[in-house]
């Protein structure tokens, strides 16, 4: 088992910043990939960046060049900064982790954190 918190949401103006952070416990080193999704009211969850035990990072177009997602191994720890807020950015962020155990693939997910951006 995997557990995940994650911190960081808050409201935040237009154009400003914002880094969330996601603490990872339990069996970790079953953790392949680590990953933040949102979900704005009304709407589907969807993935914003991911980051792949490789170090390969991946990221959703509507964040590209806005987004950067780390990792700190030795406080197993994944960050989220995000720049440039725009308020269709507002929604709860997630994060999310998958990883393989005796033959069947995992997947976690944390309680959410809220991001408002304000007009």
């Known amino acids: 088992q995997v557990q995940l918190v994650e911190f960081g949401g808050g409201l935040v103006q237009a154009g400003g910043s914002l880094r969330l952070s996601c603490a990872a416990s339990?069996?970790?080193?079953?953790?392949?990939?680590v990953g933040w999704y949102r979900q704005a009211p009304g709407l589907q969850r969807e993935l914003v960046a991911r980051?792949?035990?490789?170090?390969?990072?991946d990221y959703a177009d509507f964040v590209k060049g806005r987004a950067t997602i780390s990792r700190d191994n030795g406080k197993n720890e994944v960050y989220l900064q995000m720049n440039s807020l725009k308020p269709e950015d507002t929604a709860v962020y997630y994060c999310?982790?998958?990883?393989w155990g005796t033959g069947v693939r995992y997947e976690y997910w944390g309680q959410g954190t809220q991001v408002t951006v304000s007009s």
């Open positions: 339990g069996s970790i080193w079953t953790i392949d990939l």
């Open positions: 999310h982790a998958a990883g």
């Open positions: 980051i792949l035990k490789t170090g390969t990072t």
